[in-house]
């Protein structure tokens, strides 16, 4: 019977590789086949739990987070010289066997809360859908986000977005341009929208001003893809002036304060999230959000964009769910990391 966790290590290997992370690809293939005890007991929580579990826990990249925060910190110096510019896997893999010698503990403690990815790219999958709702309304937005870690994506009308042939949307002069792919039919980019109200919560948010805080939002940053790196940091100093602030909150308790208001479309979304809330929270959210669309009107709607896997896993999708109403549509397929999206596939 094959090993769960190797499976999972080996699915999360396949998808660095396809997002053209090759280092990483290389360390989760190395740790799929060298669970050895010291390795395995970092999975004490997921002792017993199916490769689909692992997966959409995101464990293999929990761990990836711990030792790149390791590096980051400059906390286990042999495995920071490992690690990119370095490009070989089999190298680090010996390092990260030492680091989980010396540093076992805090590793454990860094998997144990839920990834905290916060990739502003995922903006660019987003922008359609929040112009999608305000070409269908007429209205400005007030914008609700779940789970928003350090809430650079509360940003996204300050962005620059390209789109290549299909066109960009956004100040030209923004710090930060999000570059996507747009496959697909047309799309509404040539669609203007006013933000009126923008909030955000997370269970545990990152606080940009803490140092270590910063740190663990740049750890679950993939390090053999600078660009990406580049990207977060330009969104962070953005946050940082801007003043941006996520409240500590439930997602769940958070909705239930949220109510439609009359001249504007109020927005619950979220991104690559919904997955690590256990089902029977989901199942109490979607009742929420469902209740508060029951209440909208044609001058106050509601509207539930969602970025997630879909059915748990890849491809993701964007979706909508506009009331009065309350269809849900699927408005295009994405790629995780925003570097495409198929607008109506």
């Not at 997921?46 to 490769?51: D, L, R, T």
């Not at 309304?137 to 509360?154: H, I, M, V, W």
Request: hydrophobic share 50%; proline share 8%.
């Amino acid at each position: 019977m094959s090993d769960p966790l190797a499976t999972a290590f080996l699915i999360q290997a396949t998808a660095c590789r396809e997002f053209g992370a090759a280092f990483y690809a290389g360390l989760c293939e190395a740790a799929a086949t060298d669970l050895a005890p010291p390795v395995r007991r970092l999975f004490a929580p997921w002792e017993a739990a199916a490769p689909r579990t692992l997966v959409t826990d995101a464990v293999a990249l929990r761990f990836l987070g711990a030792l790149n925060d390791l590096v980051l910190d400059g906390g286990d110096q042999g495995l920071a010289a490992a690690y990119p510019p370095a490009t070989d896997p089999a190298i680090a893999w010996r390092a990260v066997r030492a680091a989980i010698d010396a540093h076992a503990p805090r590793i454990e403690a860094f998997m144990g809360h839920e990834p905290q990815t916060n990739e502003v790219r995922r903006s660019a999958c987003l922008l359609p859908g929040f112009l999608t709702i305000a070409a269908e309304t007429g209205l400005p937005l007030r914008c609700f986000e779940l789970g928003a870690s350090a809430g650079l994506n509360q940003l996204w009308p300050q962005f620059r977005y390209d789109y290549g042939a299909a066109g960009a949307w956004g100040d030209p002069a923004s710090p930060l341009t999000l570059n996507a792919e747009w496959r697909g039919a047309p799309g509404p980019l040539a669609t203007t929208v006013r933000v009126i109200e923008s909030q955000a919560c997370d269970r545990k948010p990152i606080r940009l001003a803490d140092p270590a805080q910063q740190r663990r939002l740049l750890a679950y940053v993939w390090p053999d893809q600078p660009e990406r790196v580049s990207r977060i940091r330009t969104a962070i100093d953005m946050a940082l002036a801007a003043g941006v602030e996520v409240e500590t909150a439930e997602a769940l308790d958070w909705v239930r304060r949220i109510a439609p208001q009359a001249g504007a479309a109020t927005v619950i979304f979220h991104s690559v999230f919904w997955q690590y809330m256990p089902e029977a929270v989901q199942a109490d959210a979607r009742a929420a959000v469902e209740l508060l669309g029951a209440s909208a009107s044609a001058d106050a709607p509601l509207a539930w964009l969602t970025m997630e896997p879909a059915g748990g896993l890849a491809p993701m999708e964007l979706r909508l769910r506009l009331w009065p109403g309350g269809e849900d549509r699927r408005l295009a397929v994405v790629q995780a990391h925003g570097a495409w999206l198929d607008w109506g596939a």
